[in-house]
């Protein structure tokens, strides 16, 4: 059995199998971009690890006087817990909106969560008008919060 192929028919299948591998390669890539630009939002437990993370840091620092001031310990862990937020989670925290968070709010968020965690895991290395300043600054949002 001898298969005949004209150069007109074998162009014309050439030209239809090309067209259908391309038009199937497209839509895979479409695809990818669709799920690629989809990331989690930070659960609970993630801020728990971020914020412990951040907190073993501070405390660290505190403890070994790794070039202390406290000012910029705080800072690097403050900015260490965004960017994870960022990087790994697009800015996004379950329930605290459906949109991006801003990275101010972010950096507001993990600083408060770190320096809470820090006063419960290493308080005696925490600055006294630092706590004093937080336990002010909770209480003023607590009496906000119930006054709504």
Do not use: W
């Not at 260490?80 to 968070?101: C, M, Q, R, W």
């Not at 320096?115 to 600054?137: G, H, R, T, Y």
């Amino acid at each position: 059995m001898i298969i005949n192929l004209s150069s007109k028919n074998f162009s014309y299948l050439l030209k239809i199998s090309l067209f259908v591998l391309l038009i199937m390669c497209e839509i895979n890539i479409l695809n990818k971009r669709i799920y690629a630009n989809t990331k989690p939002q930070a659960t609970q437990q993630d801020l728990f690890l971020y914020k412990q993370m951040g907190a073993s840091y501070l405390c660290k620092a505190i403890n070994e006087k790794i070039d202390f001031d406290f000012k910029k310990a705080l800072a690097i862990s403050t900015f260490t817990f965004a960017e994870v937020i960022f990087s790994k989670h697009d800015n996004l925290i379950e329930g605290a909106s459906k949109e991006k968070l801003t990275t101010e709010k972010v950096l507001y968020i993990g600083e408060v969560e770190i320096l809470n965690s820090a006063i419960k895991i290493c308080p005696k290395q925490i600055p006294n008008d630092v706590k004093k300043s937080f336990k002010e600054a909770i209480n003023k949002f607590k009496k906000q919060g119930n006054k709504k």
